[in-house]
């Protein structure tokens, strides 16, 4: 089993930029695909991006595309998610997740994902 911890969530004014991390503890996830999604108040649970296990195959959501850089780091077992010109439809609770063999066409869903963390709270103020 892997376990997740994220952190790096704040309050933030809108247009700034934060950096949030995703620690894993437990077995080696160096395999497998990492993800971060994010959940508003009264809305579903939605994708933000993901990295394959060697950082070669990256998606984004269209509304962080250009503005968002999801990365790993094997060796320290950490996955990071740098968000910049932040606005206030970015508040939600940010998970990171994680999974063996999620096929790259379905790694936008959720159900694709076995471990997850408790989530971060990132505001954005207007």
């Known amino acids: 089993q892997v376990q997740l911890v994220e952190s790096g969530g704040r309050l933030v004014q809108a247009g700034g930029s934060l950096r949030l991390s995703c620690a894993a503890s437990g077995r080696t996830f160096n395999s497998d695909t990492m993800a971060w999604f994010r959940q508003a108040p009264g809305k579903e649970r939605e994708f933000v991006a993901a990295i394959n296990w060697n950082g070669y195959n990256i998606q984004y959501a269209d509304s962080v595309k250009g503005r968002s850089a999801i990365s790993r780091d094997n060796a320290k077992n950490t996955v990071y998610l740098q968000m910049n010109s932040l606005n206030p439809e970015d508040t939600a609770v940010y998970y990171c997740?994680?999974?063996?063999?999620?096929?790259?066409?379905?790694?936008?869903?959720?159900?694709?994902?076995?471990?997850w963390g408790q989530g971060t709270q990132v505001t954005v103020s207007s």
């Open positions: 997740a994680g999974g063996p063999y999620i096929n790259y066409v379905r790694s936008q869903l959720p159900s694709e994902y076995g471990y």
